[in-house]
């Protein structure tokens, strides 16, 4: 069975009595250790998507399931609880607390844990060494560069070892150098921690670090 | 409450100017309910210092102030007999026959005011322990001589040792002051009450006060004096006599206090919603990023709610350190029983700081409260959406 599996989806947004569209009767499976894109046209509904994966948003009907738990039966409540366990959230604009450290913006997702503040530390460390980042622990945002900022984001999105990191243009906002670095991490997480990944992007030259790439379109998911 | 607190108290760092105006709003509201309590405290505590609970007070029946009290001289003697009157150590009882009068004194750049003065013999030290001379010294019986209380030294004209005074018709020499623990005895001229008669209302004494046996029998006491048939008379402990003439005035402050905090802390409290609701609105991708991590918005609503409480707490904080310099200020008012002039301190007391924080920190919460809702009901899908 896939870990992932999403099922006749479809999602229609209601602005001021008008139904917006976005995709109907989406069917996809991904695999454990898969490294997929997404890729399409802007307003094709990837963000969309990936909210309804995490949990964030409710689709119009259909049903996603992760793990054998079906994520669109959730309450609220147990989708906020769900996410801290299985998801890894990386955006484009990096979305760091500023006021915080490096240090404690990875350990935010254990303190939904019930991990020893020792515990937390060796996991935090951890996330900070694989993302290559250990020595700026104690470095705010504003000291870092965009994409030191955007490797402190991903630390966030492992330290809780996740099911599933969810990637939606983590590339965009940056240098082509600094986004080289991001991608060559991911794929890293990939290969040597068997992350399973799903990353939207626009960019072709991200889309080739993945392992197979998919297309939306006008509602219309390709494989 | 899972979001660490650091994050808001470094957020209330990162603007110090909307948080210092905010929190200095509140200072003003906590500065003025402290110094109207702290006002209300003072009056009260000078005439609650200035009876004593093992003193009866004995004035005419019916009198709720000396002022309107006459007590002959036979009846005096007849309480100085009572079995239930303490004896000082040279057999003596323990009794002070007093005059209670009002003089009309300058004051000095306001004008004339009404001063207590009370006509005693030299037994009163020993029936008021509380009271010592405190420069110069004690009357001597048989002459026209005066001691000051030392609230009103200086707030009136001529109450320095030397000087004379003149009321009654008659002038009268200050040869001391005397202290009487920040009691409204401090607020009073005594003389001699055989020289304060014949200058005043004549042959007739206003109260009786003696010390009891035993303190503990007030009630048998008081039912004793209401019995004898040759007496018409009430009996107070005397701590309850001045007491009692606080309480309309420091109900009045009180409720003053309040009332006018209260209202001035309606605006403090919009203060507080509006910096917390820009506080809310310009981290609206923060909040989106915990929501979206697994934090429940109870947690972000707990979060917001504590940081208007931070700032509050800096509020209240400032508006104590503005109170504090009051303590100890010495004002005066009318004591609306006695109708005379009473000196007090304002007293800024540990308790009444820790509830003008209180007040600051409710303050906060209410401010914070809608705000902080807000934060909460924020939909998650923002996160993603880069608002
Ligand atoms: N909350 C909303 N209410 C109404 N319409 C929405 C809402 N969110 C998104 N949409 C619409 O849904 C469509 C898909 O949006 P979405 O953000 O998923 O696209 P996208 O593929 O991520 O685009 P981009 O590449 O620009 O990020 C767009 O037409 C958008 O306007
Ligand atoms: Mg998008």
């Given at each position: 069975m896939a870990l992932l599996e999403i099922r006749s989806l479809s999602k229609v947004y209601q602005r001021d009595s008008q139904a917006i569209p976005v995709f109907e009767d989406i069917d996809l499976d991904i695999d454990t250790g898969e490294f997929l894109v997404l890729m399409g046209p802007s307003g094709s509904g990837k963000t969309t998507l990936l909210n309804l994966i995490a949990g964030l948003d409710e689709p119009t009907t259909g049903t996603i399931t992760v793990g054998g738990e079906e994520v669109t039966a959730m309450s609220r409540r147990q989708l906020a609880a769900w996410r801290s366990d299985h998801v890894g959230f990386i955006f484009q604009l990096y979305n760091l607390l500023p006021v915080l450290t490096a240090y404690q913006n990875v350990e935010l997702p254990l303190l939904l844990t019930h991990l020893s503040k020792k515990e937390r530390r060796e996991h935090v460390m951890t996330a900070l060494e694989v993302v290559g980042l250990s020595d700026r622990a104690d470095h705010f945002p504003r000291q870092l560069s965009g994409g030191q900022e955007q490797r402190v984001a991903i630390g966030r999105a492992i330290v809780s070892d996740p099911t599933l990191i969810l990637a939606d243009e983590p590339t965009g906002d940056l240098d082509a150098k600094s986004a080289d670095e991001i991608l060559t991490l991911m794929q890293r997480l990939n290969r040597e921690f068997s992350k399973t990944i799903l990353l939207v992007t626009h960019d072709q030259r991200a889309a080739e670090r993945g392992e197979a790439i998919m297309h939306l379109d006008k509602g219309v998911l390709t494989r | 409450m899972k979001i660490p607190l650091i994050y808001n108290i470094r957020s209330v760092r990162q603007r110090p100017v909307s948080t210092l105006t905010t929190a200095l709003g509140m200072a003003l509201v906590v500065l003025v309910f402290v110094a109207m309590m702290a006002l209300s405290r003072g009056f009260r505590a000078a005439l609650t210092g200035t009876g004593s609970t093992e003193n009866v007070l004995v004035v005419r029946t019916g009198a709720d102030s000396e002022l309107v009290s006459g007590i002959s001289r036979e009846t005096a003697q007849i309480l100085a007999g009572m079995p239930f009157v303490a004896d000082g150590p040279d057999g003596r009882p323990l009794v002070s026959p007093e005059v209670y009068v009002l003089v009309s004194l300058d004051r000095p750049g306001v004008g004339e005011a009404l001063v207590v003065a009370r006509g005693m013999n030299p037994d009163v030290f020993q029936v008021r322990q509380n009271v010592e001379i405190v420069a110069g010294r004690m009357i001597n019986p048989g002459t026209s001589e005066i001691i000051i209380g030392k609230s009103i030294v200086g707030r009136?004209?001529?109450?320095?040792?030397g000087d004379v005074l003149s009321f009654g018709n008659r002038d009268w020499t200050v040869v001391g002051h005397f202290a009487a623990a920040g009691s409204a005895f401090e607020s009073e001229i005594w003389g001699e009450n055989e020289q304060f008669m014949p200058a005043f209302r004549g042959e007739v004494f206003q109260s009786v006060t003696f010390r009891m046996?035993?303190?503990?029998a007030f009630e048998s006491v008081r039912q004793a004096l209401a019995d004898d048939p040759r007496l018409q008379v009430d009996a107070h402990r005397e701590y309850d006599f001045y007491a009692n003439q606080s309480y309309l005035l420091t109900q009045i402050l009180n409720f003053a206090a309040v009332f006018i905090a209260g209202i001035m802390a309606i605006g403090a409290v919009f203060g507080a919603v509006n910096t917390m609701y820009a506080a809310v609105g310009a981290r609206a991708p923060e909040i989106a990023v915990l929501l979206t991590l697994g934090f429940r918005p109870f947690s972000v609503l707990s979060s917001f709610l504590f940081e208007a409480v931070v700032i509050a707490f800096i509020g209240g904080i400032l508006g104590c350190l503005f109170a504090?310099?009051?303590?100890?200020i010495v004002t005066s008012t009318t004591n609306w029983v006695s109708m005379s002039e009473v000196a007090f301190a304002f007293r800024v007391t540990p308790d009444l700081l820790l509830r003008g924080v209180f007040f600051a920190l409710l303050m906060g919460l209410i401010g914070g409260f809608f705000p902080a809702r807000r934060a909460a009901r924020q939909p998650v899908v923002q996160a993603a959406r880069q608002v």
């Open positions: - | 009136f004209a001529n109450t320095q040792i046996r035993d303190p503990a504090l310099p009051l303590n100890g």
